[in-house]
């Protein structure tokens, strides 16, 4: 089992940047594929990236596509999330997850959650 603490969040203006962190307790982070979901008030959760256990692979939402990076230290059991060119329609709760199965886009894939750190962007 793995226990997940999201960081980072904050009030940004359009175009600016944020950097979220995600650490995880246990031995075993390494083997867990790492994602990154958010809500937004009134829609449901969606799927933003995520990177395999090794950071050997990644994969992203179209609408973040280009201008957020996942990447994670095994070393520091720590998964990160590099947001730039921020936008109005990125505000929303994010989460991060883990599971001990491949890269997936659903959310009920994903059995351990972090609590929700909040993003805000202003225009």
């Known amino acids: 089992q793995v226990q997940l603490v999201a960081s980072g969040g904050g009030l940004v203006q359009a175009g600016g940047s944020l950097r979220l962190s995600c650490a995880a307790s246990?031995?075993?982070?390494?083997?867990?594929?790492m994602g990154w979901f958010r809500q937004a008030p009134g829609k449901e959760r969606e799927f933003v990236a995520a990177?395999?256990?090794?950071?050997?692979?990644?994969r992203y939402a179209d609408s973040v596509q280009g201008r957020f990076t996942i990447s994670r230290d095994n070393d520091k059991n720590t998964v990160f999330l590099q947001m730039n060119s921020l936008k109005p329609e990125d505000t929303a709760a994010y989460y991060c997850a883990a599971s001990q199965l491949g890269i997936s886009t659903m959310g009920r894939m994903y059995p351990y959650w972090g609590q929700g750190t909040q993003v805000t962007v202003s225009s």
């Open positions: 990177i395999s256990w090794s950071g050997g692979s990644t």
């Open positions: 246990g031995r075993t982070f390494s083997s867990y594929t």
